[in-house]
């Protein structure tokens, strides 16, 4: 009895194995017994002494179960986190996508893979939490037995008493646990206030009305066109293979703009976000506060802070969003200022599905197009774009169509090509697929830009984010490329002496300003006609 307890307290222990190191950010193993672990066995051991029918419940041994394999999966979920996405895990924000994670599996994969793999999931979690059960029961068992009672409280306490005052490097237990769990649980409480309470006090950063307007006449009255390029980050350029890889479809792609005479300056901006979040990106860009926190972002429409759609309509131009990410209708939209949001529904799309978000960016790009010729020329248009063929898994990417009438219905693809399209994703090596992914992006928006957007207007390209760091690595910097780009030289210029640099490849070295500097910049270097 006394040997089965002991091998089941070494295997409660080792389920808290993952560990991150602290240089890479890798997953690591941490060797030492959790001071959280042996704080629980220590309390219990007292416990039984105090109480021996207490430890003797088999409600309690259930309870234990639970509360082990939560806090082994937490420390998972912890270790995991910043290798996959390259950021710490938000426990209360991360698991409200937990539906879309699974839809983009269902989407990528198919129902039925995405369905075995989710019961799998319950299985092991199921079969854990039984395990962990069985070892309780021996345990409680042993310390029914006094003289073992009082043994393991005292090694437990001596264990921990010493791991309270020597340096981390020395405790003969690891720490850490404990704090990951109290910080998540102050993440709920805050998340939860600030959406529960709508009188909950805004933070300083978003009391502000935001900056001063603009006049905007540095723009000549023409359309301008902000474009997302989804997961578009500098690793593009940072990583020797992926710069690589991508070094000719850029040349293309400059070659194209060239040649239709545009004018373009590229840098970097540093993304509030990383790996996903598109949104707080956007948000970041839009109202001039870098959106960080989740929670600010959720205060941000109600904040009565105006951005940068907003900026433009007060300047004369009319304000659309193209969204193709969108599948529903958001009813905190209006208080971006949009005169016109264009969801998924509206694109009218009928075309194969390919992935999560269905719709490929050359449609998108076709639609938006004919949404601006439909407008007429009575007022400019700020058109914002989000592009989405490049969200992760990467996969299916759509083939690039020289004919763009077909762009919704894909008539002029082979039968036989479709089976190599929809081939499901590799989710252990995403990279090539990441990399195909803006190789077709690249060779639609430079036919698009060369070939279907009419005028002189000025063009803003940029990513949301770095993809995964599954993908481009966990330590990259935080920035994404912005071009900017137009036939006028005279809509650049400003661009420029900002210190963008000509051509696409952004400048290689830091320091990069934070997206949420763009506003404020954007205004005032336009606030003139001069």
């Not at 039984?48 to 394999?69: G, Q, T, Y």
């Not at 590799?426 to 992914?437: E, F, Q, R």
């Amino acid at each position: 009895m006394i040997l089965t307890a002991v091998l089941g307290v070494v295997l409660l222990a080792a389920v808290f194995l993952p560990a991150r190191n602290p240089v890479t950010h890798r997953l690591a193993a941490e060797w030492r017994p959790s001071a959280e672990l042996a704080g629980v066995l220590f309390l219990i051991a007292m416990a039984a002494l105090a109480s021996p029918r207490l430890v003797a419940e088999r409600s309690f041994a259930f309870l234990l179960a639970l509360l082990v394999v939560g806090a082994a999966l937490l420390n998972l979920a912890d270790a995991a986190t910043p290798r996959l996405l390259g950021r710490d895990l938000n426990l209360y924000w991360d698991l409200q996508h937990l539906p879309s994670l699974f839809g983009l599996a269902r989407d990528s994969a198919g129902l039925w893979s995405a369905s075995v793999a989710a019961a799998l999931l319950f299985a092991a979690v199921s079969f854990a939490v039984a395990g962990a059960y069985w070892i309780w029961r021996r345990v409680l068992a042993s310390l029914a037995d006094r003289r073992i009672a009082i043994a393991a409280a005292v090694l437990l306490g001596v264990a921990l008493d010493v791991t309270s005052f020597l340096p981390a490097e020395h405790r003969p237990l690891a720490t850490g646990l404990g704090t990951d769990i109290l910080r998540h649980a102050a993440g709920f409480e805050h998340g939860w206030r600030a959406e529960a309470e709508a009188g909950v006090p805004l933070p300083a950063a978003l009391a502000s009305s935001g900056p001063p307007g603009s006049t905007l006449a540095g723009l000549k009255r023409r359309d301008v066109y902000l474009v997302y390029i989804e997961s578009y980050g500098t690793t593009v350029f940072d990583t020797p293979e992926f710069r690589s890889a991508l070094r000719g479809p850029l040349i293309d792609f400059e070659s194209a703009l060239r040649a239709a005479g545009y004018t373009i300056a590229s840098n970097r901006l540093v993304s509030p976000t990383f790996g996903g979040g598109s949104w707080l990106a956007h948000a970041t860009l839009a109202s001039g506060v870098r959106m960080d926190d989740p929670v600010l972002f959720s205060q941000l429409s109600r904040s009565g802070r105006k951005m940068l759609p907003g900026y433009f309509k007060d300047a004369g131009w009319r304000a659309i969003e193209i969204m193709p990410g969108i599948k529903a209708p958001d009813p905190e939209a209006r208080a971006w200022g949009f005169d016109r949001d264009v969801y998924a529904a509206e694109l009218g799309y009928h075309g194969p599905s390919f992935g999560w978000f269905a719709i490929p960016d050359q449609f998108t790009l076709e639609r938006a197009a004919e949404i601006r010729e439909a407008l007429g020329s009575e007022m400019p248009v700020f058109t914002q774009i989000v592009l989405v063929s490049s969200h992760i898994p990467f996969s299916p990417v759509p083939p690039y169509l020289p004919d763009w009438r077909d762009a919704g219905a894909f008539a002029t693809v082979p039968a036989d090509a479709w089976e190599e399209i929809f081939r499901p994703p590799d989710w252990t090596v995403l990279a090539p697929g990441y990399l195909k992914s803006l190789k077709y992006d690249f060779a639609v928006l430079g036919d698009w830009l060369a070939k279907h957007l009419a005028g002189n207007g000025l063009v803003i390209l940029l990513g949301d984010h770095q993809p995964p760091a599954v993908v481009g690595g966990e330590l990259q910097q935080w920035t994404v490329p912005v071009h900017v780009l137009s036939r006028d030289p005279d809509l650049v210029a400003p661009f420029t002496s900002a210190g963008y640099v000509a051509g696409l490849v952004p400048p290689p070295t830091p320091p990069a300003k934070g997206m949420e500097t763009f506003l404020p910049s954007f205004l005032t270097a336009f606030d003139r006609s001069d």
